[in-house]
């Protein structure tokens, strides 16, 4: 969501890191600089989750300033191999040389810039759950992220949450984790409340992003309601 | 808060009226003007809490499609009459004609306009509370709403919530109540979540705002992270 | 155009459906979110021109809450697959779930979001033409929509209106209507005022655009400047 | 309304100067710069009317570019004198030296800008229609600007264009320029349309401006959706 | 300017603070609220020079993050005070409560914030300059800063940097910080260069802002151009 | 940057065009259009480097009024072709139409606007270098544009101004200028300071961009403050 300062106060309240959405999360590019610029001064960390496996997103929003990029829509090891070569410098990539603001972060020097330039691919297809392993192996690939929605359909939910799949979900999620383990990668999850990151983290994934600030904001605002009218 | 998409979520869950705050909120002239679009695509009713109480921010509110206006600092009978004044065509007033948005609500005529414009005042400081009786008998006056903090802090708290005064401020949030039905006008008060809204609305208040945007955010992302970390 | 007060005012005149355009319309993602908050206002329906037949704008487009997207420079049935495979969620295409806005319109549930979301070809350019009917034989296409200008120039036109094609011009609008109607798929297209739109139903057209936002304005703009000088 | 690209093409129909509208225009500070800078683009010269007779406002509107100011709600030469004093700068007035986009149009002579920066007072109350010779007659006034919509509810119009008040309203026309012509300074006028511009241009007035864009638009919007329709 | 990522760059340059213009400075309610999170990420401390001396931009620049305001066109004591009354809560002023991003700074407690937050008297017309002496002696004024500009053309400056009045601008100058000294206060100035600065801080002015972004870029630009074209 | 008044100053001072950095420049799109009415507004021409050698983006900065794209990233002569398409209408190449503001400048002719568009290829990358006189013999080419940082990277360089590749590097730029003017087309480079573009100018190039705003500004207020701390 394109608020500043409500994005400063997340990033405030001790998250490690706080992803601004570039794919659904109603944001645009000024939404992103802006958002990126507030997390600074909440004093933790930003990742952009990128609109597409794109060189122009991936690109920018590293220039503006993100510690490095979550690639939605991998299918593949290829997919992976495009995604790092947009995030990183020759010789290892080909992004090109503008760091307006990423250089605050890392200075000047490609090599350096891509040695801490986050890359994270998510698995929430029915090919990337096949050939997780393949990605895992990526070289430069930093870590997983699960977007549990899209893999659920994947799986063949009729709706999210549909407990019909909730058993391959879970053997999914397992896999995932062990991919990551096994390559010696991180894996992160997204989750809907503190709880459920909870239970993610105590599997073995190494970091879980809590819900959404639009989603935040509806329960709460509704759960509000419901106790005022008693 | 500036965020269209969270304001329209907001008018979505079922509250009578949303107020955007022109004064502590955050948000420039722009952000009001989607806001009230979002709460209008949202279906519900937009309310603006104007930054002073002057003639150009409640004009301004009010073309911008407002269905009323919330004065802030109001100390007297006659700074109600100004705020009444700003808001009201000629004869009652002295608003300015071009309803660019607020004609879509009322048409163009200025005395069914002036009819339906909603003026609350807020009580607020010593001097309100002093001349709320007063005050409630202010002609075209169509209620009152508590602005709980800094009433606190005119009664001498030390910092919001302070225990020292809570009989002082109950016994004032009674009398306000009390004038209130009196006079035959609505009161109102900001409250800090449902269960408060819900014991306000018993003891006579006809409406209670619950929270705002950027505290339930910060709240709930808090609680979040606290579960998650175990 | 970026311009929510004046996107809402054509909204309430009473079209079925107001479309924005991500591709000539000189307005950027904030523009689009806030121009479909303010169809919504206004009460009617919003379609997106998106700016390409790219998975990114299209998702962008449906998750910000457009009804549907009407896809320029489509040449191929196959182009249309690929938009029909970016508007549509597993199994039938590959949007990725995350329905910030739309969830607002259709719900959570994949599959009736698929059936209700609308997916409009252009035929604009000389193979388009050519593979009309082809195209409209695509699974899951909804309709047709005649971009009159690019269409000429495809048609040899030296310049918009270009009397010289005027014939060939008018066979290919009646082909394509008449492709359309065999499918059993809507055909809409482009037209520069009421008039000519009136024509084009007459003729088989099942909706008609009525000119833009900025042509509008300049052509009464200049109008009003003519009479004045007397 | 805050859309530059339709005030560039407003401004290059040729019209002498074009009005952003910071009162009832639903523009903020961020509009007003990018339409003076607009309406420069496009070859006019850009006044603004003000949202309040008050120094800050005036002195924004100059720095950022605006040829002059008209000024709303004007009731007395005293109103008038208060405008001049915050339009320029000492000794003159109390203007404070920022010139940020106006020293591009004037350089940065104070005395220079002093003597090109025009300021218009609106007449649109009794008081004001009263006091006509006498605001006409104050230093450094370059004109009068009538507001027909307010002045003839302030002549007892129960709504927009009241016949029952329309013989009052053209005497009241006719006085405001002959006050003006007899104080030697401009008179101008605000009109629906360009028949309507022309009308008043004969009767003596020096300038008229020609309705506001958001009103174009919507007229437009609606015939042709009437033709259409058949 | 209307920057951000300009201003985080100033800020990181490793000034002490960063004034943000309200006044001049060719930016809206927006650019202020992104400026300050900008200079919180750059990691300065961001002052606004407010509007105009007026409750409604003291209180809602201090809402939205700035340690401090700089008041412009004082010209008495009792114009400090009106300061001071709009920047305190009670029971020193009448600041309305709701710290939004002030209470990340100083916590909640109002009269923590109220004695950290800074307010700073402009002296740049004639009477100020009279009234110095006096204006220092204000309760809670934390200095004073000198408008270099205004104050010349009030001592009779043609234009800015008028060679007749530069003595008895550089006495006056003086005289200010004599009596800044005297009464135990700060004293500030605008400078153009960082030779100036270096000056006055020799000459015993404790700030000193050097320059504004839009100035910088203008010099730096034309003498770039001049060098390039030989 | 997206600042829309230090454009047009830049634009002002005097330069023959302006690049908007639609790659690097931290600029979305809505800071393309109003950066492109302020370099109108301040009477230079306005070029857009583009994010990618996509249609989209081409065709977005034709349509904001750009008199021309700098293409960032080729490879080879495909590649410009490709860019060709994009930027030209039919029969030329595939440029949707809907000239919005470009045809303020061209006018509504389709071959008239293609004759007057400029395309430049960026020459940053070994392969770009390697095959430099098949890029110039491109038709419709219009110039070539070092990008120096890239290419130096390229050329093996472990940092910006790494002087271990500068020999290669003036090697490599002398080829270009050759390849240039073998092919009897335009070509230029961006520089750091107004010395170095003088530089180049007499080397054979025929313009070169100075620097960016950010750039300039960081270093000014870096030059700015070591002189006021003496
Ligand atoms: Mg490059
Ligand atoms: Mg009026
Ligand atoms: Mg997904
Ligand atoms: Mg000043
Ligand atoms: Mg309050
Ligand atoms: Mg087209």
Known sequence: MDAPPATERIARAGYDYVVLDGQHGLIGYEGLLNGLLAIDAGGSTGLVRVEANDPTPIGRALDAGAAGVIVPLIDTADDVALAVRAAKYPPVGRRSFGPMRSALRFGPEPAKANAETVVLAM?????????????????????????????????????????????????????????????????????????????RLKQGYSFATVSSDLSHLEAIAAEHLRVARG
Chains 1, 2, 3, 4, 5, 6 share one sequence.
């Open 123 to 199: 698995i929430e297809t029915a090919q990337a759950l096949a050939n997780v392993e393949a990605i895992c192996a990526t070289p430069q690939l930093d870590g997983l992220y699960v977007g549990p929605v899209d893999l659920s359909l994947a799986l063949g939910a009729r709706y999210p949450g549909d407990p019909e799949i909730a058993d391959a979900f879970e053997d999914a999620v397992a896999r995932i984790a062990a991919a990551a383990a096994t390559a010696g990668i991180a894996a992160g999850i997204h989750t809907f409340d503190g709880e459920n990151a909870n239970r």
